[in-house]
């Protein structure tokens, strides 16, 4: 088989993904979001932990993040309307949870990487389905005001949001991507010492 001949609606939606730092104010329903949500139980997961979880915020609600970055970074008063602004760069935003349970088998990382993956894929379905998406992290992401914010358990902590909204622009032409240098990133077999 080759990719080339057959569609192969993954590679396209893997191949056409960007990161849109601007969005509209349009935004998907929750009901629309349930459903980009409910095909992430597909995700490689051992043990079926699912050691991840979403939380949307609109409206006001993304205020939290913004004065949470704010406490964390030691800014000013003036510094929170900065933090706040950035965190309404898009009607809503999905903050992802990494949830980390107690394993004998499945260790902290791997659970880590199944969260990062649920975030991933649920990017690309969004993009897919017509909307811009952003993740977003920081060095103020896993502090304690943010954890805080969020209403984190002990064992629960934030990989970063996913900012999501309209697409601006639709008929505009994207930049191509730079090629992927594929032989410093793939190997064949082990070289010998």
């Avoid at 939380?55 to 993304?62: S, T, V």
């Avoid at 949470?68 to 809503?92: C, D, I, N, T």
């Avoid at 260790?107 to 690309?124: I, K």
């Avoid at 410093?184 to 070289?191: A, I, M, Q, Y």
Wanted: hydrophobic share 40%; with cysteine.
């Amino acid at each position: 088989m080759t990719l080339n001949s057959d569609p192969c609606p993954a590679l396209d939606a893997v191949r056409g993904r960007r990161s849109h730092s601007k969005v509209t104010d349009e935004a998907p329903t929750s009901e629309q979001l349930a459903e980009l949500i409910a095909p992430l139980s597909s995700i490689a997961d051992h043990s079926g932990m699912r050691p991840w979880r979403i939380i949307a915020l609109r409206g006001d609600e993304r205020d939290l993040i913004g004065h949470a970055l704010a406490e964390a970074s030691g800014g000013e008063p003036e510094q929170h309307e900065k933090f706040v602004k950035k965190a309404r760069r898009a009607p809503l935003v999905l903050a992802i949870v990494a949830c980390v349970q107690d394993s004998k088998k499945v260790p902290t990382w791997e659970q880590e990487a199944v969260a990062s993956g649920a975030a991933h894929l649920l990017s690309l379905l969004l993009h897919e389905a017509g909307w811009g998406v952003m993740w977003r992290t920081g060095l103020q992401t896993r502090s304690e005001a943010v954890h805080r914010a969020h209403r984190l358990s002990g064992s629960e902590y934030l990989l970063g949001w996913l900012y999501v909204g309209g697409i601006p622009d639709r008929d505009r032409r994207e930049k191509p991507r730079k090629p992927l240098p594929v032989e410093r990133f793939l190997s064949e077999g082990v070289d010998p010492a």
